[in-house]
């Protein structure tokens, strides 16, 4: 039989997420539309090679039903944020205080998008930076989808400690336990699970270092190529060296943190830290740019930059809200998602153990529990019945924070209601759910994968990271279904399975840069709905980066530098960029760093 082959098999679990990409990014066809032709693709296949019975396509498309609701609370939420934050005046106040910090786009990226959103990644993860960081960067002046590409990529190096360590805690720890044979691996090495996951994590926490050092000048070198008057990688360039010094202000302690304290707290305490230095750094002017750069005046600036939700843009005045009270509701959020987070707290405990339960959905073994009160969207709700006291809002400006919000969430519905569950027949076709035995969609890819790749596997177990992160929309669920594969990968062709486990990990954050779940929500919080394929356009070139670059790291890492596969392809990597740079700085506009100090700034 055709599907006793396993390349054959791999094409056809390959098949559902081509589909949406070429209609996503090749064909610009808006998710609403792409989402649902994969769906329907990816139940034919579970149903006609995989042999999945009916009872379990619908089990999976209604666990996948519930699993997008849930997505769509915690988007609800963070829309509802930004139309009282906007109704209420206090946006025009944040505006304004942030253009007094520095008012270099450019800067104001790195801030707000690397270090605020890792902080909110550590405390939180599961897109919510994003949904924080998109929206009030487009109170900021940024075009919405400068907003949303500013968003994703920083969803990238803090993604594998977000949510207090969840991928490492919960994805690489559940994925690797309970196996007979990573346990006799370990007994051989001396060790056990509970203390061989945070040696991984301190190898994810290296190899993320190393890597993400670039993220905050991809982030500004996009910025300026995509959405600046002169479409010159050259002008982000600029401004490297306070890009690197904002990036390593984030690494070496997220590093520190991971060695000292294991996997909970490295984003969470690296982008405070990060934060706390660059904005008293930036203040005194370190290592800022000579002269501000900014986007041209909003009537030059192409119809698809600008969504639906557009902020009140008004300048700050003397009489509105003090800048410390107007920041108030990002504070209380921030200080929720930590206090929910942190295990040594009861709250965790407390509102996690409040949970709906669907066990055996339609009689299958598919089962999905919601914890309403756990989920970052709760924590929005109650931000803004705080912000609805302490800013002494009118009823009319409270039913109209409601009813913008309502309409906009409205738009990410169906392409969600279609993502999630196409997702969940995708991963659920394993011998659990199929009668002929046969591993699931995922597993099998990887697979065929591996075979393809022999020893050289290491340079190539990114990619499958990535590619668990894009279908599934998470860090923690991409470690779930491959560490296990990764490990046994490793241990088959006589590699260390630490590093092979960790490449796993770096790659699955690598991926939340184009999964179509974060695309879609941080569409939605600034009302891009319909433009997701140009988004994954943009932020597809520095996933690509980052899995290439944590392929040979790994490579290095196991067989050390010399005449191998993995240190060529890292000097070819790395003699590539600096071409590229090199190449970008001599055709930069003349009039990008003015030599006299001239702030030519615009308002």
């Not at 990114?462 to 279908?471: I, N």
């Amino acid at each position: 039989m055709l599907t006793d082959n396993l390349a054959v098999l791999s094409l056809l679990a390959l098949a559902p997420i081509l589909l949406v990409g070429v209609l996503l990014v090749g064909l610009r066809w808006p998710a609403t539309y792409a989402m649902p032709a994969g769906y329907v693709l990816v139940v034919v296949i579970a149903a006609v090679a995989w042999e999945v019975g009916a009872a379990e396509i619908a089990a999976s498309s209604i666990q996948g039903l519930i699993i997008a609701l849930t997505l769509l609370y915690i988007v609800f939420g963070a829309l509802l944020l930004l139309s009282t934050l906007d109704a209420s005046g206090a946006l025009r106040s944040i505006r304004s205080a942030f253009t007094q910090i520095s008012p270099d786009r450019r800067v104001q990226a790195i801030i707000v998008g690397w270090l605020f959103g890792s902080f909110i990644e550590g405390a939180s993860g599961f897109g919510t930076p994003a949904a924080v960081v998109a929206p009030l960067m487009l109170a900021l002046g940024f075009p919405a989808m400068a907003a949303v590409m500013v968003g994703l990529i920083i969803q990238s190096t803090p993604v594998s400690f977000g949510a207090v360590g969840t991928p490492m805690l919960v994805g690489v720890n559940d994925g690797l336990s309970g196996s007979s044979a990573v346990e006799a691996r370990l007994a051989q090495e001396g060790t056990v699970l509970a203390d061989y996951v945070p040696e991984v994590a301190v190898q994810v926490a290296l190899l993320h270092a190393i890597i993400g050092t670039l993220v905050p000048l991809f982030v500004v070198c996009l910025l300026t190529r995509y959405f600046g008057a002169n479409r010159s990688f050259g002008e982000g360039l600029a401004v490297a060296p306070f890009a690197l010094f904002a990036a390593l202000a984030m690494t070496v302690p997220y590093v520190t943190v991971a060695i000292l304290f294991g996997p909970e707290f490295p984003s969470l305490l690296g982008g405070l830290i990060g934060l706390v230095i660059v904005m008293v750094a930036t203040r005194r002017g370190f290592l800022q740019p000579t002269r501000a750069w900014d986007f041209e005046p909003r009537d030059r600036w192409l119809p698809e930059w600008s969504g639906t939700v557009q902020p009140d843009m008004r300048e700050a005045t003397a009489s509105d809200m003090p800048v410390a009270r107007a920041w108030l509701p990002y504070l209380v959020v921030a200080g929720l998602l930590v206090i929910t987070r942190l295990p040594q707290l009861p709250l965790k405990d407390w509102l996690s153990g409040i949970s709906l339960e669907w066990n055996s959905i339609l009689g299958t073994p598919v089962a999905q529990a919601v914890e309403p009160f756990f989920l970052p969207g709760f924590m929005f709700l109650m931000t803004v019945g705080v912000t609805y006291l302490a800013f002494r809002m009118k009823r009319r400006e409270i039913a109209e924070s409601w009813r913008v919000a309502g309409r906009q969430i409205v738009s990410a519905g169906i392409a969600l209601l279609f993502a999630v569950p196409l997702v969940r027949v995708f991963i659920n076709s394993g011998p659990d759910f199929n009668s002929t035995g046969l591993e699931s969609m995922p597993l099998t890819l990887a697979t065929g994968a591996a075979d393809l790749a022999g020893s050289a596997w290491p340079m190539f177990a990114p990619w499958v990271g990535a590619l668990g992160a894009f279908v599934a929309g998470s860090n923690t669920v991409s470690n779930l279904m491959f560490s296990l594969f990764q490990f046994s990968t490793a241990d088959q062709i006589g590699v260390s399975p630490k590093i092979v486990v960790a490449v796993q990990a770096v790659g699955g954050a690598a991926g939340n840069m184009v999964t179509v779940h974060n695309v879609v929500a941080a569409c939605a919080t600034v009302g891009l709905i319909g433009r997701e394929g140009l988004l994954i356009r943009k932020t597809v070139l520095p996933m690509i980066y980052y899995c290439l670059a944590a392929g040979m790291l790994a490579y290095v890492f196991i067989h050390g530098i010399g005449l191998n596969a993995g240190t060529a392809g890292l000097v070819l990597l790395l003699a590539a960029l600096a071409a590229l740079a090199t190449l970008t700085w001599r055709r930069r506009p003349p009039t990008a760093e003015p030599a006299d100090g001239t702030d030519l700034s615009r308002d």
